[in-house]
């Protein structure tokens, strides 16, 4: 069985920074491609960055890419999203997922095979 379990959401104020972690279970992280989503309420889930676990290559959505750094540890199995000059419209449910088969540039397909539930991230102003 594979879970993915996200942590490190929480409450921020506008400028303020949060790291997000991403644990994979039952699953190794090697070869595989995880991505950072999120969505806020009445709108639609959008990608906002991706990783592929052998090489590193990374991929971000074009409103974080100068703000959130996406990384992994293999060792831990786990990726990390780092937020940054974080804004109020950043508030979302962040999830992370998985996939053994796609890239970074499939972010915006959204069809990763394993999903978690989410951590909220609030940011006030």
């Known amino acids: 069985q594979v879970y993915l379990m996200e942590s490190g959401g929480g409450s921020v104020e506008a400028g303020g920074s949060l790291r997000l972690s991403c644990v994979l279970s039952g699953y190794t992280i090697r070869g595989n491609c995880v991505g950072w989503f999120r969505q806020a309420p009445g709108k639609k889930r959008e990608g906002v960055a991706a990783?592929?676990?052998?090489?590193?290559?990374?991929n971000y959505g074009g409103s974080v890419k100068d703000r959130f750094t996406i990384s992994r540890d293999n060792v831990k199995n786990t990726v990390y999203l780092q937020m940054n000059s974080l804004k109020p419209e950043d508030t979302a449910m962040y999830y992370c997922?998985?996939?053994?088969?796609?890239?970074?540039?499939?972010?915006?397909?959204?069809?990763?095979?394993?999903w978690g539930q989410g951590t909220q991230v609030t940011v006030s102003s």
């Open positions: 990783i592929y676990t052998v090489d590193g290559n990374t």
């Open positions: 997922a998985a996939d053994p088969f796609l890239q970074p540039s499939d972010l915006t397909t959204m069809h990763f095979t394993y």
